[in-house]
């Protein structure tokens, strides 16, 4: 019984763990050369490519959406940031890759635009995503002039020519859905009274139980504002409170007014806030020493690491993206589907300790 959930915060940890156990194990049992996480990465972006598309075509021909670029932009970066190291390790390899970085720029193109179009949050997730990876591979290749002044106005330049599109487009068409003023404009509208709702009511654990939509019939602790995939609740049957239907606008005041410092603070309390920021400090801080130790080897002309170095450059930057977006832009960046996907790039990023420890010593 004591491995049963109890609420969402202990369904949230032991899903968590049960996915680092898991990863450790494909880590040590499946063997992941540069080839086989380079076709990963270009089958996954490809994947994500036709996703993003239909869902921008199902939007324009019928209205409905299913935002795929919540809970899988961040894999898609992932896979995205993956390639571009791929190609990276064979051209320092003496391999030509023109033909494949082709391919490469073509799914980027394409995520870029079907993603963009579909969410503004996931435009900002992917430009600075894009911007963390070049700084992550530019240092793991000692490159020079990692910070230039034309990169830095480029990515700038990019995320308002992307934002600027969005608006046109939202104009021209009518579909309101696209601009990203509409979007500021509820922020502006709405945010400032979810802020004073959170600050007034939040304690060290959980928060004033008379804040919540539930009131004195709930538990003020972990009472569904942040969530894993309510599907996934509901298979196991778990009796755990969840708004559903109409009452997602109750839950939309934190989870898309918000962002996820508010949201976690009022559903957890102030010392689940801090357990979300030891977790992300800690697992980039993991993930960065890893790649160093990845990059010696390589240095050194052991191939024999390779792919998880390309593999864990994907992975260390999707997480920092999404952490920075989830945790000071957009609360639904990381919850419910996109949860589960922020867990498990950071249980990927923590598997390598283990995956690193046995094969060092085994070699020992």
């Not at 076709?39 to 324009?60: E, N, Q």
Request: glycine letters at 10%; one cysteine or more.
């Amino acid at each position: 019984m004591m491995l049963i959930a109890q609420n969402h915060l202990q369904l949230i940890l032991e899903v968590g763990a049960m996915l680092f156990v898991t990863l450790v194990f494909c880590l040590n049992l499946i063997p992941l050369s540069l080839s086989v996480v380079t076709f990963l990465s270009l089958f996954l972006a490809g994947g994500f490519t036709l996703l993003f598309g239909a869902d921008i075509l199902l939007l324009i021909i019928s209205s409905s959406q299913n935002e795929f670029t919540h809970p899988f932009g961040p894999i898609a970066l992932m896979a995205i940031v993956s390639a571009f190291a791929s190609l990276k390790v064979m051209k320092s390899s003496g391999v030509d890759v023109r033909p494949l970085r082709k391919v490469v720029l073509l799914f980027l193109a394409g995520i870029t635009l079907f993603g963009g179009l579909m969410h503004r949050s996931f435009l900002i997730l992917w430009i600075l995503g894009l911007f963390i990876g070049y700084i992550i591979i530019s240092k793991s290749f000692r490159e020079k002039s990692v910070f230039t002044l034309k990169r830095i106005f480029m990515f700038f330049g990019a995320a308002l020519a992307g934002f600027c599109g969005l608006e046109i487009v939202a104009r021209i068409t009518g579909m309101t859905i696209f601009s990203p003023l509409l979007r500021l404009g509820r922020i502006e509208q709405y945010s400032s009274s979810s802020i004073k709702m959170v600050l007034n009511n939040i304690q060290l654990i959980g928060h004033n139980g008379a804040a919540s939509f539930w009131g004195t019939e709930g538990t003020a602790f972990a009472e569904g504002y942040i969530t894993l995939p309510m599907q996934l609740i509901i298979f196991f049957g778990l009796p755990f409170p969840l708004f559903c239907g109409v009452l997602v606008n109750q839950k939309d005041t934190i989870d898309y007014m918000l962002p996820g410092i508010f949201g976690y603070g009022f559903d957890f309390g102030y010392l689940g806030l801090v357990g979300l920021i030891v977790f992300v400090l800690g697992t980039i801080i993991i993930g960065l020493k890893i790649l160093t130790m990845y990059r010696e080897k390589r240095e050194n002309n052991n191939k024999k690491y390779l792919g998880r170095e390309v593999l864990l450059t994907g992975a260390l930057t999707a997480f920092i993206a999404q952490a920075l977006i989830g945790m000071f832009i957009f609360n639904r960046s990381i919850n419910g589907l996109a949860l589960l996907s922020f867990i498990f790039l950071g249980a990927l990023i923590l598997a390598n300790v283990v995956t690193l420890k046995s094969r060092t010593n085994k070699n020992i």
